[in-house]
Nanobody, 124 residues
Framework: QVELVESGGGSVQAGGSLRLSCAASENTASTSCMAWLRQGPGKEHEGVASIDTEGLTTYADSVKGRFAISKDNATNTLYLEMNSLTVEDTGMYFC??????????????????WGQGTQVTVSS
């Protein structure tokens, strides 16, 4: 069983920055395909960014150049650095793990484990 606990959400004005963290259970960061997903008001879940065991990353087009996913294997922590935030980035952000599909890790994959989420609200 993989446990994931997000933190770092909050309210920020457009153009601001936030850093999300996800504390994962033992060895998750070093063995799993992990990702951040989000769900905006009235929208379906969408993948934002992923990172595999080698540190290779993928990003949704809507966040490329603004968001950065990273991880610390020693502490089993996943991060999402979010810059130049817009109102469209508002939503619940979820940390996810176990997203390998045929050895490939991508934000658009299906993930087996999710955290409870942390709310990000961007105001204009």
């Amino acid at each position: 069983q993989v446990e994931l606990v997000e933190s770092g959400g909050g309210s920020v004005q457009a153009g601001g920055s936030l850093r999300l963290s996800c504390a994962a259970s033992e060895n998750t960061a070093s063995t799993s395909c992990m990702a951040w997903l989000r769900q905006g008001p009235g929208k379906e879940h969408e993948g934002v960014a992923s990172i595999d065991t080698e540190g290779l990353t993928t990003y949704a087009d809507s966040v490329k150049g603004r968001f950065a996913i990273s991880k610390d294997n020693a502490t089993n922590t996943l991060y999402l650095e979010m810059n130049s935030l817009t109102v469209e980035d508002t939503g619940m952000y979820f940390c996810a793990a176990d997203g390998w599909i045929r050895g490939y890790c991508a934000y658009s994959n299906t993930f087996g484990y999710w955290g409870q989420g942390t709310q990000v609200t961007v105001s204009s």
